[in-house]
């Protein structure tokens, strides 16, 4: 557990974070990642997952929010910093 104040909780991501996630992502969110990527909101969380050196999701009784830092390379110099809520 990273952060818990009895309402909102921090903790390590897990696979059923993303399937609960992909159907109550934000509509903004779901607009960037197709045009970025051309990405479903479970592709984008599960290759966040997937791909992330770490993984947290924030949670209010439910995930709200999954955020991570991921490289494309185990051992790289460059990393990307993303977030979906």
């Given at each position: 557990m990273y952060y818990d104040d009895g309402e909102v909780r921090?903790?390590?991501s897990v696979e059923k974070d993303a399937i609960e996630m992909a159907g109550l992502m934000r509509r903004s969110d779901i607009d960037e990642i197709w045009a970025s990527n051309h990405l479903t909101p479970l592709e984008a969380l599960?290759?966040?997952?997937d791909n992330s050196v770490f993984c947290l999701t924030v949670e209010n009784g439910r995930p709200i929010a999954m955020f991570g830092v991921a490289s494309e390379y185990l051992i790289a110099s460059k990393a990307v910093v993303w977030l979906l809520g």
């Open positions: 921090v903790r390590e599960t290759k966040g997952l």
